[in-house]
DNA sequence: GTGCAGCGATACCCCACGGGTATCGATCCC
DNA sequence: GGGATCGATACCCGTGGGGTATCGCTGCAC
């Protein structure tokens, strides 16, 4: 099944079989035998070029979730290992510089409880933590609907909240009280940025790229971008930078997600913990 | 990872190995590749018994959720390439008896889609869903809150109804226009039944055993039980049955659900046409 | 139109790993 | 203390997955 996800990424049997490590025949044989023994054509082949049929497009997505269930459970059971070895606890995987305060106050909660673990903190990019949870690298993460997906995960609701306008320290805007989502989005000069898609491109449009929260913060204190998020990051504002309520923007909640299967008792201590804040 | 689970679930290496339709010998070596692999210690043995270490009982839980994935993946394939053959379409799961219009007006809305596949219905008992959901034997189900566990799967809402207790027809009952629910749960010799749990052994109690629907409605019309439903399933009543509303019963959502990694165009098709009914 | 480059399939060889049988060693019970 | 039970070890074998060399097909270039 890697094998199968390396061709169908790649649609080339000889880069697939390089990035695999291994020789282009055995791989060739090896997804002939896949489609022999599942009974389906998953590759239309010529000399030319290799396409997924729909068969295989199924199981592009299938094997995809299959094996990252099964790089999970090795990696979960590999900490659960070092666990009872007095290292390792639970990781709890959340976006970096987000609901700081919230994440305090969990920690602080969850260390109070008995039969605590170490929690080990996993910060991560925009959009990284699903995967995170579903190969297992995290057990636990901190999401924020609905900019994060969370289907597939339990979910336990911890707040939520408005957003605000993040925008330079003195800009006209920042005497108001608050600002209507209409007017954020076609401020002169103050285009919202650019974030880099998992694969690593940018979307096409005005704005400037920025690929992590400094250079966001750099590129706002610049006067060349504003910004949207959830109000809690008032907190951490520098103090060059101002932010201005925005009340019709969509509201911001706060999750904390497991995978279903994987309640263990460090993870139900931090989700309880979590929903006693 | 197949031999781990045979082995945590009987904690017996013979007898896992004959289940296996394997020798012993090779089935230790297995256990014990299994752990070096791991570098964890999986199985606490002495030479009268096993049992599951704090590692062993992480991976059973992720074992046992990567096997089903790996099935699904094997099995979902299959049925998209015989559906290329003209053959199968989309499997969608749902209790006997329970929604029949519901589902019949599902199925004729989706019918009158312009990509509409062949639907293939799979009655199952109670509890079953989320099991063929997770193993592939179904690509969609209809489940009903808060009988059914959701978690882990994509959902919508299709509706929300009240219950009724069903009684023998002629039963003092009958005649009232709604009945409490504390009145029900202590109605002198129609206790409620009790139902196969997933291992196929009952709980204890007063009421009697009840194997599906037809055991069941045979019961109440003998006068031996009653039986709490949603009140859709009075248009399924047989005429020596009768049926009251139950106002302060918790209410029952029909959802219809779906892995979330799978939403193929088929199964997307079928939740569209749900939601718009 | 012919030659070449690119790419997947085939042929053939080899070793390692998964499986089987026989047996050992430890532990509990009578 | 002897037997029964059960997992581990020792040893053997065959298959299957991997490697190298090569073929056959198909565009494209000149």
Redesign the interface.
């Known amino acids: 099944?890697r094998y199968f996800v390396a061709v169908a990424e790649e649609l080339h049997f000889g880069r697939a079989a390089q990035w695999l490590g291994i020789a282009q025949p055995p791989l060739s044989r090896a997804i002939r035998r896949l489609e022999r023994r599942?009974?389906?054509?998953?590759l239309e082949r010529t000399s030319r070029a290799v396409t997924l049929?729909?068969?295989g497009s199924?199981?592009l997505?299938?094997?995809?979730?299959?094996l990252?269930?099964?790089e999970?459970?090795?990696r979960?059971?590999?900490r659960?290992?070092l666990?009872?070895t007095g290292h390792a606890g639970v990781v709890l995987a959340t976006k970096a510089g987000a609901s700081s305060e919230l994440l305090a106050k969990l920690l602080d909660a969850y260390a109070a409880e008995p039969d605590a673990v170490t929690v080990d903190l996993l910060l991560c990019g925009i959009g990284e933590q699903e995967r995170l949870l579903r190969d297992?690298r995290a057990d636990v993460a901190l999401l924020h609907r609905p900019f994060d997906a969370t289907?597939?995960?339990?979910t336990e609701e911890l707040r939520t909240e408005g957003q605000v306008v993040v925008l330079p320290a003195g800009h006209p805007l920042t005497v108001r009280a608050h600002v209507p989502l209409a007017e954020v989005t076609e401020l002169p000069g103050l285009p919202l940025p650019r974030w880099p898609r998992p694969d690593g491109t940018y979307p096409d449009g005005p704005g400037p790229q920025a690929r992590d929260h400094a250079q966001l913060l750099q590129l706002i204190a610049l006067g060349r971008a504003c910004w949207i998020a959830p109000e809690s990051c008032r907190a951490q504002l520098r103090d060059d930078l101002a932010a201005v309520p925005v009340l019709d923007a969509p509201t911001v909640t706060t999750v904390i997600a497991w995978?279903?299967?994987?309640r263990?008792r460090a993870v139900a201590g931090l989700v309880r913990a979590a929903t006693r804040l």
Chains 1, 2 share one sequence.
Request: charged share 20%.
């Open positions: 099944m599942l009974g389906a054509q998953l049929t729909e068969a199924v199981l997505r299938e094997a995809r979730a299959a990252d269930a099964v999970a459970a090795e979960r059971t590999r659960a290992a666990a009872a297992g289907s597939g995960f339990d995978p279903p299967h994987s263990s």
